[in-house]
């Protein structure tokens, strides 16, 4: 096109800007302020480690199945040097507010050594308990909510309630046993847990530095727009992950239970009904990807009812539980062969994977809403991109 008088010329260099601006945003500034932190933190317990061996909780190989495979020392140096490597690249994201390609190079890198450092069962089991300590009494909170705000729910919801804390009170000693056994195991092993989470948040922050990198490639943005595509029948998939160990679980109430603990331990059966509980809620959670519920909160919960669901209240704990399984998937399949029963009744090595393109489609779905609230009339920045107006016709 030619320059109107008073019209500064365009050039080639201001094609290359805008396409550059176009096809590699940059990485979110929370994500790169909270990921050189959690590096820094990560960087400062390895440093110590090697120092001191004997405060080093990876020597018993009990954390990590890379631990148990090499050196101790070996390991904790491979730790430090990815913590190190990270803290580096994101330090010069934060410190130069332009420049994040130290970090766009660097995360796919960190992140998949971290993953592989820190992938084991411990993270899993961990989680697993902790969530059958707090989803029960925050499946009671919400049932109480949702009968005050929705009169015709109250029925229903009652029905549950009252068999909920009918089997309370006839397994109540083997429940306070439980909770007991399992709040004193957390507190003994406060430390692991500790390392546990800091590991883990780690490596879900790099991963999810890698994943926004690749979405802003032409591979990632085709990829993303196929799981997008199927994300309905994914999601489905990804929710059906645990319900084999539910089923198993709560066949422990009946008559016929599938692969009890041999003690027979009341404690331990009602500590494995919460777990099947966990699941239960897991898998219903996981179907929120999908549902209206998903995007929108319900109008009965109380000051956000009606508002729209911000997409990381979704996808920062479908993508750390999606993680979690996927790590243990790795000491699970080490540990369980496929001849061995519990490799079907758990299949982390399926569920993992299907949860992990569940919340991948359901952010790329939800990123699909916001660029067209952005951009109303279909003029979207990928659209300006391959040089087409709202209707898909060549601008000139």
């Not at 201001?14 to 820094?40: E, F, K, Q």
């Not at 430090?80 to 934060?94: E, M, S």
């Not at 489905?236 to 992950?241: N, S």
């Amino acid at each position: 096109m030619i320059p109107q008088v008073g019209e500064p010329a365009h050039t080639a260099d201001d094609d290359a800007g805008v396409m550059n601006t176009l096809t590699t945003p940059r990485l979110p500034r929370r994500l790169i302020g909270v990921t050189a932190v959690a590096s820094t933190v990560l960087l400062g317990h390895g440093l110590v480690w090697l120092l001191q061996p004997d405060l080093n909780p990876y020597a018993d190989g009990e954390l990590s199945l890379l631990s148990r495979a090499m050196p101790l020392m070996a390991f904790t140096a491979l730790l430090t040097t990815l913590a190190l490597g990270g803290t580096i690249c994101a330090a010069i994201a934060v410190l130069a507010r332009h420049r994040d390609s130290a970090i766009r190079v660097a995360a796919p890198v960190v992140a998949a050594g971290l993953a592989t450092a820190t992938a084991g069962l411990s993270g899993l089991s961990l989680a697993g308990y902790l969530v059958a300590m707090v989803l029960p009494f925050a499946a009671v909170a919400v049932a109480l909510i949702a009968m005050v705000r929705l009169p015709r729910m109250r029925a229903p919801l009652g029905v549950l309630l009252v068999a909920a804390a009918a089997t309370v009170i006839v397994l109540r000693e083997p429940l306070v046993a439980g909770f007991t056994s399992a709040a004193g195991a957390m507190i003994d092993r406060a430390g692991m847990l500790w390392i546990v989470a800091l590991t883990l948040t780690a490596t879900g922050l790099w991963i999810a530095c890698a994943a926004l990198t690749a979405r802003t490639s032409r591979l990632g943005r085709a990829a993303t727009a196929q799981v997008v595509r199927f994300r309905v029948p994914i999601t489905v998939l990804a929710a059906l992950g645990p319900l084999p160990y539910a089923v198993v679980r709560l066949s422990w109430l009946t008559p016929w239970p599938i692969g009890a603990h041999p003690s027979g331990d009341p404690a331990i059966t009602a500590w494995g009904m919460l777990l099947s509980l966990g699941a239960w809620m897991g898998a219903g959670l996981t179907i929120g990807l999908i549902r209206p519920w998903g995007e929108r909160f319900p109008h009965w919960i109380p000051r956000v009812g009606g508002r729209t669901v911000p997409p990381l209240v979704a996808i920062v704990p479908g993508g750390i539980v999606a993680g979690l399984v996927c790590l243990g998937a790795v000491g699970w399949i080490a540990l369980a062969g496929p001849l061995d029963a519990y490799f079907w009744i758990l299949p982390v090595w399926f569920w993992g994977p299907m949860l992990a393109l569940a919340v991948w489609g359901y952010a790329g779905h939800r990123a699909d809403d916001a660029e067209l609230e952005t951009h109303p009339g279909g003029a979207t920045p990928d659209a300006a991109h391959r040089g087409t107006g709202p209707t898909g016709t060549m601008v000139p």
